[in-house]
């Protein structure tokens, strides 16, 4: 009976603190490119969340690619 009780209080200790460590985030990323279609290496990328009016900036890799990670759930402008 011990160990079903000390099983169970580990057990409702450790939910809360799942449940604080559970986050909720999203990655944008992406390729500019010019009008012939060619990547842009050393772009400024600019992301605002509509809501808050946060902002990041990036540079696109040599391939033209650009990451956002860690990103609040919301919508953006790039």
Do not use: H
């Not at 011990?2 to 460590?21: E, G, N």
């Not at 999203?26 to 009008?35: E, K, L, N, Y």
């Not at 990547?39 to 992301?47: C, D, E, Q, R, S």
């Amino acid at each position: 009976m011990k160990s079903r009780t000390a099983s169970l209080l580990i057990f409702l200790l450790s939910v809360p603190l799942s449940l604080a460590v559970a986050q909720t985030t999203g990655t944008i990323s992406g390729t500019v490119t010019d009008a012939t279609s060619a990547t842009v290496p050393g772009a400024k990328v600019v992301i605002r969340n509509v809501a808050s009016g946060d902002q990041r900036e990036v540079s696109t890799s040599a391939t033209g690619q650009y990451t956002f990670p860690l990103l609040p759930p919301g919508n953006y402008e790039i």
